[in-house]
């Protein structure tokens, strides 16, 4: 279901869905008081939901959406101002399960190719996902039998996870990548050991420049932990929580003997920058052996190359379990490379994350 104010916008989104062969519009609505009312007659798995509509606005019908069923899986889509993309935090905090960021005006939304690959892929990915959470399958076609192995590009915990020996080193850092489902994952992630935390936290989430700054402020409030958008020149310091802002690599350096934060604009990697594997890379480089990784929930690959790289200097690696993952496509792809030394629910992450770091782990 694609729900947007603008006739133009809904048109052209319910246009570039249903020319994937994979994706039923099965409705489209210009508010939310319409969404709700055709939710049950077209009983869509994924609502692509504007948040700016009269009425009755997406903020306000999310809660509504998502009481008519836990199935439904929600694609907030908003304009990357300031205001929208606070808007947005709250909605992935109420249980949506991704954004993605529209154009500011009609004309570049016509004209986004970026836009629209990322929609159409978000959605397929989202949908995919589920269906393998819930041992289903994903058609080719409308009313076809086929299975489409191109829209399934998420791997599955059906097959099996080797587990690797946890570093006879103590982590002397923790660097986190999420992506899809990562910023309710973090705030879990982070609240479970915030009264234990003694090292720094290092964290990749896959954002554009206007929700990291947001993301790490929501962190901070609601956890309580120094957390701060990381910025140029930062030294590290035990406890304290930093997010890579959009566009920018996250790497640490040793200056004069100590752990510092540089940015840069390197070429993106798996599409992506900020990106986890650089982040990784240059903790493994680091700390080698007393490197803690942690990959929670999202889509692609993103974190296998680095993650390879802390277990290659001895380091240990640990994963988000795929029924706790909105995408198990990041921590699934490292758990099947058997780089993994616990793959967990989420709740269970932070717990072990302090049995790790103080010795106490199996």
Avoid at 83 to 112: C, F, H, Q, W
Avoid at 155 to 160: D, K, L, N, P
Avoid at 186 to 208: A, G, W, Y
Avoid at 300 to 311: C, P
Wanted: proline letters at 5%; a negative charge; charged letters at 20%.
């Amino acid at each position: 279901m694609v729900v947007d104010d603008s006739a133009v916008v809904r048109g052209l989104i319910a246009k570039w869905l249903g020319d994937d062969p994979s994706v039923e519009v099965v409705a489209t609505a210009s508010n939310g008081e319409m969404a709700l009312k055709n939710l049950a007659g077209a009983d869509p798995e994924i609502v692509v939901l504007d948040i700016e509509m009269p009425v009755m606005d997406g903020l306000t019908a999310l809660p509504k959406i998502l009481e008519h069923s836990n199935e439904i899986q929600v694609l907030m889509a908003s304009t990357l101002t300031k205001r929208n993309a606070e808007i947005s935090m709250r909605a992935l905090s109420m249980g949506a399960a991704d954004y993605v960021s529209k154009p500011e005006t009609t004309r570049e939304v016509t004209t986004s190719l970026s836009f629209q690959q990322e929609l159409v892929g978000k959605v397929v990915n989202l949908a995919a996902a589920r269906r393998l959470q819930n041992g289903g399958k994903v058609y080719r076609g409308k009313g076809s039998n086929s299975l489409n192995e191109d829209i399934l590009p998420q791997v599955s915990s059906r097959g099996v996870v080797a587990k690797r020996k946890m570093s006879s080193s103590l982590p002397r850092i923790i660097g986190v990548g999420s992506s899809t489902g990562g910023p309710q994952a973090l705030l879990k992630f982070l609240n479970s050991m915030k009264d234990e935390l003694r090292l720094p936290v290092l964290i990749t989430q896959h954002m554009p420049s206007a929700f990291t700054s947001i993301l790490a402020d929501h962190l901070a409030k609601a956890t309580g932990l120094p957390c701060k958008q990381a910025e140029n020149g930062d030294i590290i310091h035990t406890g304290h929580v930093y997010v890579a802002p959009g566009d920018y690599h996250m790497i640490v350096v040793n200056e004069g003997g100590k752990k510092v934060i540089r940015l840069n604009q390197d070429e993106p990697e798996n599409f992506c920058r900020p990106a986890v594997d650089p982040m990784f890379r240059s903790l493994a480089k680091l700390f080698g052996p007393s490197v803690l990784g942690v990959i929670l929930t999202g889509m692609g690959h993103d974190g296998l190359k680095g993650s390879q790289e802390i277990v290659d200097a001895g380091g240990t690696v640990i994963a988000q379990d795929e029924a706790s993952s909105i995408v198990w496509g990041m921590p699934g792809a490292v758990s099947q490379a058997g780089l993994c030394s616990a793959v967990l629910p989420l709740d269970e992450i932070g717990a072990k994350v302090i049995d790790i770091t103080m010795g106490e782990a199996v």
